[in-house]
């Protein structure tokens, strides 16, 4: 849930702040990439 708001407001904060205001490890992001991104 936390890395979906991250998501939705990636262009209005900068990314290390909004990680470290919701305790969440920057780490964790590759993997809403990827769940993006259309399967070929």
Do not use: F, N
């Not at 209005?12 to 205001?21: G, H, N, Q, S």
Request: aromatic share 8%; with cysteine; glycine share 2%.
């Amino acid at each position: 849930m936390k890395y979906a708001w991250i998501d939705a407001h990636r262009r209005a904060y900068p990314l290390p702040v909004m990680c470290e205001t919701l305790a969440v490890s920057i780490s964790g992001l590759p993997r809403l990439e990827a769940r993006r991104q259309p399967e070929a």
